[in-house]
């Protein structure tokens, strides 16, 4: 870690710090949490290297697009006010449970060095990934994605070698949008829908989530009496009956993974069951 001795020595022997460094020297909680996201096996495998703590940059730049919840400004200024306005912020909110998400996502789709993934790549497949998770059935479609972008890759470099009125407009765009304020809120939204376009032509067949996620109260009853107000998992207890106030209607089909909500998918778990199905299937669903 930038230490404030460190910057001093720098300034003292000449050396211009990067406003990463800088915010490196920064109190408060989010720097720590930058700094542990870093630290994520994703960005080894990345074209850039770790030179000027380029990792932490990064890793702030996708945390400021998850508090955003879309496209934005990761400009210098846009991450110094997020380091000012979040110095509590909590390692275990589910904005920052969504960035690890994201970033382990990614990292099931590219483990080996991938040297397509420039930074400015990263950036845009970040909110491609958050997009997807959010709302589409996921599950086994790293490969999809991955096979989906080097191909991509390899065709807009193929742009390259044709004359320039043969090549495609809208790649020369999105050429464009990689070349200029690669961190404007412009450029990465411009990136994105057309990055997402051409993913979701490529792979038409992933399912949106449904969008009803809770179960109302007389599902849960009907759910309750059909299954005797026992539960259905007994994974870590021995099945024995609960009280109304003590059980989660469960989804059967985990909704992340595309299961309705309905009386048919759903199921009485005890809270010791439903968390341990969650560490094996991502986000057992707790009404």
Not at 235 to 263: F, I, M, N, R, Y
Request: with cysteine; hydrophobic share 35%; glycine share 6%.
């Amino acid at each position: 870690m930038l230490t404030v001795r460190d910057m001093f020595l720098r300034l003292q022997n000449g050396t211009t710090l990067k406003a990463q460094e800088k915010r490196n020297a920064m109190p408060g909680q989010m720097r720590e949490f930058v700094k542990d996201v870093a630290q994520h096996p994703l960005f080894v495998n990345c074209r850039f290297s770790n030179s000027r703590f380029t990792f932490d940059h990064i890793a702030a730049q996708v945390t400021q697009l998850e508090l955003a919840g879309g496209p934005a400004s990761v400009r210098d200024s846009d991450l110094n006010r997020m380091y000012d306005q979040h110095r509590q912020f909590d390692a275990k909110s589910p904005e920052a449970k969504k960035v690890r998400r994201v970033l382990d996502y990614l990292l099931r789709a590219f483990p080996e060095k991938t040297p397509e993934l420039e930074r400015y790549n990263v950036i845009t497949l970040y909110c491609l990934v958050s997009t997807l998770i959010e709302k589409y059935v996921h599950y086994d479609t790293e490969k999809q994605l991955a096979d989906w972008f080097i191909g991509f890759e390899v065709a807009r470099k193929k742009q390259d070698e044709l004359q320039e009125e043969e090549r495609d407009n809208q790649l020369i765009e999105y050429r464009r949008l990689t070349s200029y304020s690669t961190d404007g809120e412009e450029s990465i939204r411009g990136r994105l829908e057309y990055l997402e376009k051409q993913f979701f032509l490529a792979c038409p067949d992933i399912p949106t989530i449904d969008e009803i996620r809770s179960f109302t109260h007389e599902q849960r009853l009907a759910i309750f009496r059909r299954d005797g107000g026992r539960c259905q998992l007994r994974s870590k207890c021995d099945g024995g009956k609960l009280g109304w106030g003590d059980w989660h209607a469960d989804h059967v089909v985990p909704h992340s993974q595309g299961g309705e909500t309905t009386v048919s998918n759903g199921q009485v778990a005890c809270s010791l069951c439903n968390a341990a199905k969650g560490n094996t299937k991502e986000g057992a669903d707790a009404a």
